[in-house]
C-alpha cells in the first residue's frame, strides 16, 4: 500500500515546454512537501504547503486538500530542471511518507 | 552548522561487519529523521527523534537497526552485521518543528551510501 502516488514514473520534455507532475495521496496530512533529487546528489526542498498555490520562479506548487492531490508545474522547461521530483507527506502523526519520485529529463 | 551534515558520504562494509552512520542536524533543529531509500526507489521512513526521545521506530526493518540521539543534537544510525540488502543510500532530514502537528521545512543531508558486499 503506497500512501502517496506520484504520475508519471519518467517524463522527457523539450526545451521551454511547460510540465506537470502530479501527486495523490491517502493520509491526513498536515503539510506536503516538492522535493527535487539530482543524480548522485542530495535532496532539496522546493515547496512546503498546505492549503492553496505557491510559486518560486518557474516554479509553481498547487494542492487541494478536499481532493488529496498536488501539482508541480515547472514553466519554460531547462534542461538543468533534469532531476527526479519528489513529493512527500507529512501525516498527522508527524510521520513522512514518500512517493518514488518522477525522472524527469529535459532535452536541450 | 549552514545544512544538515552527513558522514561518511561512502562506505563499503563486509557482511557482517557492523557500521554506523553520523548525521549532525541544522543547529536548534527539534525533529531529526532518517530514511534509507534504495536505487530507484523514493526514501522510505525508518525513525523519528524529537530533540533526544526516539518517537517512532517502526521503520527499522530489523533489530540489527539501532538509532540514537543522546543529547538531541548529532544521531548516530547502526546497523550490526551488515547484510546486502541494507546496501542503500540512508538519508538524514532535520526539521524545526517543535510538536505534532507543526509545520516544517524538511532539510535533507546528502546522505551515506552503505555498500555491503
Known amino acids: 500500500k503506497n500512501e502517496v502516488e506520484q504520475s508519471p514514473q519518467n517524463l522527457t520534455a523539450q526545451e521551454g515546454e511547460f510540465i506537470t507532475i502530479n501527486c495523490s495521496y491517502s493520509v491526513g496530512i498536515s503539510a506536503l512537501h516538492w522535493l527535487q533529487q539530482h543524480p548522485g546528489g542530495g535532496i532539496v526542498s522546493l515547496f512546503m504547503l498546505s492549503s492553496g498555490k505557491k510559486k518560486h520562479g518557474r516554479l509553481i506548487a498547487t494542492i487541494n486538500i478536499q481532493e488529496k492531490h498536488s501539482s508541480l508545474h515547472i514553466t519554460a522547461s531547462h534542461p538543468r530542471d533534469s532531476a527526479v521530483y519528489i513529493c512527500?507527506?507529512?501525516?498527522?502523526?508527524?510521520?513522512?511518507?514518500f512517493g518514488t519520485g518522477t525522472s524527469l529529463t529535459v532535452i536541450p | 552548522g549552514a545544512g544538515v551534515s552527513q558522514s561518511p558520504r561512502y562506505k563499503v562494509a563486509k557482511r557482517g561487519q557492523d557500521v554506523a552512520l553520523r548525521c549532525d542536524p541544522i543547529s536548534g533543529h527539534v525533529s531529526l529523521f532518517w530514511y534509507q531509500q534504495a536505487l530507484g526507489q523514493g526514501p522510505e521512513f525508518l525513525t523519528y527523534f524529537q530533540n533526544e526521545a526516539q518517537l517512532d521506530k517502526s521503520g527499522l526493518p530489523s533489530d540489527r537497526f539501532f538509532a540514537e540521539r543522546p543529547e538531541g543534537s548529532v544521531s548516530t544510525l547502526k546497523i550490526q552485521r551488515t547484510q546486502q540488502e541494507d546496501s542503500a543510500v540512508y538519508l538524514c532530514?532535520?526539521?524545526?518543528?517543535?510538536?505534532?502537528?507543526?509545520?516544517?521545512?524538511?532539510?535533507f543531508g546528502e546522505g551515506s551510501r552503505l555498500t555491503v558486499l
Open positions: 512527500a507527506v507529512r501525516s498527522s502523526g508527524n510521520q513522512f511518507y
Open positions: 532530514a532535520s526539521s524545526l518543528g517543535r510538536s505534532v502537528g507543526t509545520t516544517g521545512e524538511l532539510f
